[in-house]
């Protein structure tokens, strides 16, 4: 089966990965700056598909059907972002006869919309956030919903997803802009201006479960993922197992998932996101109908390769497991690591890659991207790669996350490796206790502006300045006006055989 990866960056590759093992060519499609990407170089066969702009390229579907037709691709593997969760481009696959390595359109659209999907829950008995269930009309309803539910509320577009299209709202004088906001950036975002309302949980965790199901109605679910670390509504730290669900919260959360899984007839990987409160209570927020960037924790943690999974449900395969059959094995951490300046608000640091050392040793996973040589454009989400510590336990995972940090090195552009390297030695961290807010609350105490170099880049510095120090001293340098050696040995072979 050849597969056509619509996609870029380190998922593209993951992907192509997983392909190759199993004896399946790969297809690339890239835009113009993406010519000399790393997935590109991959890939068996690349195919051009538009300009820079995501609505010219990785989101038309018709260049991306028309490349697969083409290059002889059976099937079409979205990753996740772009068309991963656009029940159009899953239908228009099925109806070109192509197979679409992911759930059905109608699982997609059945968990698409926020406020359908909450209605579909609240049907099937899984707990969901107190809120509305359909998209309001008019600013007056949101209006008399926080006048019934009581701030905090948070508004959300009902079409949102990765972060955008949602705010908090803790007083009725911030009520009215906040609407006007979400609105706009719903329309901006999703083509969809439609918004919704849900009570605020306090202090909240954010885990998720992932879930894996066949075409035959077999369902199981993989443990669940701590995502509560979170900058702007973008996680940038996940764990599993979460380090505050014990056996039998992660059976009820088990449960809970593949109930909710079962209740739109779901096949292939999906995660389901959750809210917990600090007394253990949790509720439904959302379904993400594709594979998660923080997948590698999971497979890394229960021993399961997800996106192999994918290929064989995709075949029309069983699953072959049951869920007595799953057990977690160690802790696993993930950093994604973005080019971005933590000592300037992070913001975007595009850029030539001058020089990339990736860490290696027991137990650490580089889910990879880009390489030396390579410019990061201005173009696309700024995520160069996901590092990955696995150790037997939290704390053992913790440190060889910060071992691994310290050996990573990407020169020409800045990372957010130094805000890592911060977060793996904060005492609060390493003692799990954190909640949704915790980096808002923390990044004051980062000072990488006056931060001191670290030990190695200390040494590395003191032996250049005594190198140059002897050489001054013994004045061994040649001057300026005499030829290098190199030069002279040019010149004795070039008059060679002449006399």
């Not at 009820?252 to 593949?258: F, H, K, S, W, Y």
Request: charged share 25%.
């Amino acid at each position: 089966m050849k597969v056509l990866v619509a996609n870029r960056g380190e998922i593209a590759v993951r992907v192509m990965r997983a392909c190759r093992e199993v004896g399946y060519p790969t297809v690339a499609v890239y835009s113009e700056p993406d010519r000399a990407a790393l997935h590109v170089l991959h890939a068996d066969e690349a195919m051009p598909i538009g300009p820079a702009p995501s609505r010219e390229s990785y989101l038309r579907i018709d260049r991306i059907l028309d490349a697969a037709k083409k290059t002889g691709a059976e099937a079409i593997h979205p990753g996740y972002g772009f068309l991963a969760e656009n029940a159009n481009f899953a239908r228009a696959c099925r109806d070109a006869g192509i197979i679409f390595i992911g759930p059905s359109p109608e699982s997609i659209e059945g968990m698409g919309s926020k406020t359908e999907s909450r209605q579909r829950m609240q049907a099937a008995g899984v707990p969901v956030v107190p809120g509305l269930t359909e998209a309001v009309k008019s600013f007056d309803e949101i209006e008399a919903f926080a006048r019934e539910a009581g701030f905090p509320i948070m508004i959300k577009a009902s079409a949102g997803g990765g972060g955008k299209g949602m705010r908090l709202v803790e007083r009725g004088e911030d009520l009215r802009p906040s609407f006007d906001r979400v609105t706009s950036e719903a329309q901006s975002f999703f083509g969809d201006a439609a918004v919704y309302a849900e009570k605020f949980v306090a202090s909240p965790r954010h885990i998720e479960v992932q879930v894996l199901g066949d075409q035959h109605g077999n369902i199981v679910h993989v443990g669940e993922r701590e995502c509560t670390l979170q900058r702007r509504h973008q996680k940038v730290v996940e764990e599993s197992p979460s380090p505050v669900v014990d056996a039998e919260l992660r059976a009820q959360l088990g449960a809970m998932a593949v109930k909710a899984a079962a209740a739109v007839n779901y096949y292939s990987a999906g995660t389901i996101e959750c809210l917990m409160g600090p007394d253990k209570q949790f509720y439904f927020l959302e379904m993400n109908t594709r594979l998660q960037v923080e997948h590698p924790v999971t497979e890394m943690v229960w021993g399961i390769d997800l996106v192999k999974a994918q290929l064989r449900v995709a075949r029309g395969e069983k699953l072959g497991i049951a869920q007595s059959d799953l057990a977690p094995n160690g802790h696993a951490i993930e950093c994604r690591v973005y080019a971005e300046d933590p000592a300037r608000n992070f913001a975007p640091s595009p850029g030539l890659i001058r020089h990339l050392d990736l860490p290696q040793g027991p137990g650490v996973r580089n889910d990879n991207g880009v390489y030396a040589g390579y410019t990061v454009p201005v173009y696309y989400d700024p995520m160069l790669s996901k590092l990955i510590a696995h150790a037997g336990s939290r704390g053992e995972a913790i440190d060889r996350m910060l071992r691994a940090l310290q050996e990573y090195r990407v020169d020409g552009i800045r990372t957010t490796i130094p805000f890592f390297t911060f977060l793996m030695q904060h005492s609060d961290f390493r003692a799990a206790n954190f909640d949704t807010g915790f980096i808002d609350r923390v990044l004051p105490q980062l000072d990488l502006e006056h931060r001191p170099a670290d030990d190695a880049t200390r040494d590395a510095a003191l032996v250049a300045a005594a190198i140059v120090a002897f050489e001054d001293a013994q004045n061994v340098r040649l001057p300026e006006e005499i030829v290098s050696r190199w030069r002279q040995a040019a010149r004795i072979e070039a008059t060679r055989g002449r006399d």
